[in-house]
């Protein structure tokens, strides 16, 4: 026979090889997508080449978030039996992309050489090479999107199956990260327990497949492949803080379960975790990713404590509250690019509430200038009218809608809960308008047009300003960005992502005492709700995207048109962009076009 094409070993649907050493691919799976933006989970994703003279490259991703705010960084390894799958595929960049958003983290997914042609340990090799080029950004580098926006004291090592067994063995060597994933791992053992699964025929099938993927081996209990054999490295030498084990139940789940067993009784104690998806198969969530176990998998690996709003807080059952974005501050003065100059002032010395002031360039020619009253976003946690984002939107709003600004420095929840933000407020719009009969501000009281003062906010914000103009000081306009409303009643068009789950959750941690999401506070069509009738301005407008809470405020705007506000209420709608888009792409069109719009509502007179 033709020993090209004697079959040796067959092991359906994966591989073929054959005597003459010629082997196959089996599986046609596996189709290749490109990189670019998905417009599902507004994350986009681009390919780099690591090492140009071994092929090993990467596919990043980054979440649609503000740039202030430094992210977790994931490393990620596909699975396949080290023989198929890439990181370039259709299942494995669907799953890249709703793990980028939902953990509001950079992912980094690992294209490594596939065995056979390349045997192990090349799979680790390339893994590691590309795990020690992401954390070596933490001292400046090539990739933009990691030096800008990478968490270095925040990396995570994931891999399913296959890229379960890399990320173990990689993580003994030299390099230390934050967390360890394993997801359905690929290890192996001669020892069989009574519930291990029996089907000899796939079982022996796997065996034989790892004598072809690591020749040289000294079988299924080679310490690649069984963590736990004789003269394998001790799991107290993971060079990581914590571990999460993933568990299924196809053919590989016992081993996972005695792994994660091992790492109970060798120490790692309240640092290692377990998720079990009882029914469920091998790879289950890149197949199902909608079914129910496939989001709970998922909010187990972006959800890690309590509470944890992703990428903004955690909440420990002690009541303890440690915030987990990091705001960068900067410092009032001139803004060479606008020409606007802003300063601090304090409204409240006994409670620390203040506001920093922006005034634009003034001429001999200018009439009195129309007065903003902002309050940023930040799910009412995070967040400082001082932060880089914030700072800069007002430097370009009061240059180019020539008004003077205040952007308001509100006290944060839990340790300031609702009303307090409301309050504080309220308390510096009515300093602001006091200064109409004379006041300490000369920026005000010498530019300021006290007829034509407009109330906006940003997210938790704008649910801020909505509550305060439905108290008692009247101003011109309020503008609603992207406004945080939430409701227990879903619409049939809404999403039930993880971002508007922890947005529900966190509710009741920042206004305790509610009645629940049907709040007033939190649902302006809530049953008892002010009628938006009782608004203390003359117009309104609405600024939504399409993010996770875009119907809620279509909903509002909606309800000021049937409560018969009319053509005193604007709605703006930036088809394709992300929550607080014009905070993170300033220069885009969407951007440019909001702030044409905002420019056209302060100045309608």
Request: aromatic letters at 10%.
């Amino acid at each position: 026979m033709n020993p090209d094409k004697e079959v040796e070993f067959d092991f359906p649907p994966v591989i073929r090889f054959y005597k003459s050493g010629r082997f196959e691919r089996l599986s046609e799976l596996f189709v290749d997508v490109p990189a670019g933006f998905d417009s599902e989970t507004e994350v986009s994703s681009k390919d780099v080449i690591i090492n140009p003279s071994t092929g090993v490259s990467a596919r990043i991703y980054l979440p649609n978030i503000l740039q202030s705010r430094k992210l977790p960084i994931i490393v990620y390894c596909h699975g396949g039996a080290f023989v198929e799958g890439s990181a370039f595929d259709s299942f494995n960049h669907s799953f890249m992309n709703r793990l980028s958003a939902q953990a509001s983290a950079i992912a980094v997914s690992v294209e490594y050489r596939l065995a056979p042609e390349n045997p192990i340990p090349i799979p680790y090799d390339d893994s590691f090479e590309v795990l020690n080029w992401v954390v070596s950004h933490a001292q400046g580098g090539p990739e933009p999107w990691l030096v800008n926006n990478g968490n270095f004291d925040n990396v995570f090592l994931v891999g399913f199956s296959a890229g379960a067994n890399i990320v173990h063995n990689i993580a003994l060597r030299d390099v230390h990260f934050k967390g360890l994933v394993v997801m359905h791992p690929f290890f192996l053992a001669s020892e069989k327990l009574p519930s291990e699964p029996t089907d000899p025929k796939l079982r022996d099938g796997i065996e034989r497949l790892w004598s072809y993927i690591c020749p040289g081996t000294s079988g299924i209990d080679d310490p690649a492949i069984n963590p736990l054999a004789e003269g394998a490295p001790d799991l107290k030498g993971l060079n990581c803080e914590r571990v999460m084990v993933c568990s299924d139940e196809g053919e590989l789940k016992v081993r996972g379960d005695v792994y994660y067993e091992h790492l109970v009784k060798c120490g790692w104690g309240e640092n290692v975790e377990f998720v079990e998806s009882q029914g469920e198969q091998h790879g289950f969530f890149l197949e199902k990713p909608d079914c129910e176990k496939a989001q709970e998998m998922m909010s187990r690996l972006t959800v890690k404590s309590r509470l944890s709003s992703p990428g903004v807080i955690r909440i420990y059952k002690s009541g303890g509250a440690v915030r987990l974005s990091e705001t960068t501050l900067v410092s009032p003065g001139i803004d060479t690019e606008t020409g606007v100059t802003s300063k601090d002032v304090k409204i409240n010395p006994s409670t620390g509430v203040s506001a920093r002031i922006y005034l634009p360039e003034i001429s001999c020619q200018d009439k009195k200038l129309p007065i903003i009253v902002y309050c940023h976003g930040g799910s009412f946690v995070s967040g400082s009218a001082f932060d880089s984002p914030d700072h800069a939107f007002m430097n370009r709003l009061a240059s180019q809608a020539r008004a003077i600004a205040v952007s308001v420095e509100y006290r944060l929840a839990p340790e300031n809960p609702i009303t307090i933000q409301y309050d504080d407020t309220l308390e510096v719009l009515k300093w602001v308008v006091s200064h109409a009969d004379c006041g300490l501000e000369p920026w005000l009281t010498n530019y300021g047009d006290f007829s034509s003062v407009f109330v906006m906010g940003f997210s938790s914000g704008g649910n801020v300003v909505h509550n305060v103009a439905l108290r008692d000081v009247r101003f011109e306009g309020l503008v609603l960005i992207h406004p945080y409303f939430i409701t227990s009643k879903k619409l049939p068009s809404e999403p039930t992502d993880v971002t508007r789950a922890k947005l529900e959750e966190i509710w009741w941690y920042i206004c305790p005492g509610t009645s629940g999401l049907d709040d007033p506070r939190a649902n302006p069509e809530a049953d008892g709700a002010p009628s938006l009738k009782e608004l203390n301005c003359d117009r309104v407008m609405v600024c939504l995207a399409e993010d996770h809470l875009m119907l809620r405020g279509k909903v509002y705007y909606e309800a000021l048109e049937a409560n018969r506000w009319g053509e005193n209420a604007e709605l703006l709608e930036s088809t394709g962009q992300g929550h607080g888009f014009f905070l993170e792409n300033p220069d885009s069109e969407a951007a440019h076009e909001m702030m044409r719009r905002l420019i056209a509502f302060i100045n309608r007179g």
